[in-house]
């Protein structure tokens, strides 16, 4: 009796965790650190799926920097490379203020509107009882 080997084939999950200080520098240090991570898991830097996640990063952090600053404490990225998705969680300190998606036009606020346009879903976990939240997003991506 043999066993089907599609039932048994490994997945593979990467997955990369960062704190880094809730300061612009802190944001400019995560986008280029998930640059390099998605280069090392093998989508080059000019590639659209390293450009995608790594803008995600961006107006994550940036958002995170600027909305969910608390004093002493940092922001983490995490991303979670399975199946063809990275999910990226950028996670902090405010967990009072949930992002809002706002329509176009207005001045600012324009983030989360690039992030919906690149990311099949997207949201904001509060995390009840915890310090922190966590808004996240998943990105399709592929190999050349």
Same mark, same amino acid.
């Given at each position: 009796?043999?066993?089907?080997?599609?039932?048994?084939?490994?997945?593979?999950?990467?997955?990369?965790?960062?704190?880094?200080?809730?300061?612009?520098?802190?944001?400019?240090?995560?986008?280029?650190?998930?640059?390099?991570?998605?280069?090392?898991?093998?989508?080059?830097?000019?590639?659209? &799926?390293?450009?995608?996640?790594?803008?995600?990063?961006?107006?994550? @952090? %940036?958002? !995170?920097? $600027?909305? *969910?600053?608390? =004093?002493?404490?940092?922001?983490?990225?995490?991303?979670?490379?399975?199946?063809?998705?990275?999910?990226?969680?950028?996670?902090?300190?405010?967990?009072?203020?949930?992002?809002?998606?706002?329509? &176009?036009?207005?001045?600012?606020?324009?983030?989360?509107?690039?992030? @919906? %346009?690149? !990311?099949? $879903?997207? *949201?904001?976990? =509060?995390?009840?009882?915890?310090?922190?939240?966590?808004?996240?997003?998943?990105?399709?991506?592929?190999?050349?």
């Amino acid at each position: 009796m043999h066993a089907d080997p599609q039932l048994h084939d490994p997945v593979t999950v990467r997955t990369f965790t960062q704190l880094f200080s809730c300061t612009p520098r802190g944001a400019r240090l995560a986008r280029r650190l998930v640059a390099n991570r998605m280069d090392v898991w093998g989508f080059p830097y000019d590639s659209g &799926p390293s450009e995608n996640v790594t803008l995600v990063v961006a107006e994550l @952090a %940036a958002n !995170a920097v $600027r909305h *969910g600053r608390v =004093p002493g404490r940092d922001f983490r990225v995490r991303l979670v490379l399975r199946d063809g998705v990275v999910r990226v969680e950028v996670a902090d300190g405010r967990t009072e203020r949930l992002p809002v998606l706002r329509e &176009p036009g207005g001045e600012g606020g324009h983030g989360l509107l690039i992030v @919906a %346009a690149i !990311a099949e $879903r997207w *949201g904001a976990d =509060p995390r009840p009882g915890c310090a922190y939240k966590v808004v996240w997003a998943e990105v399709r991506v592929r190999r050349r």
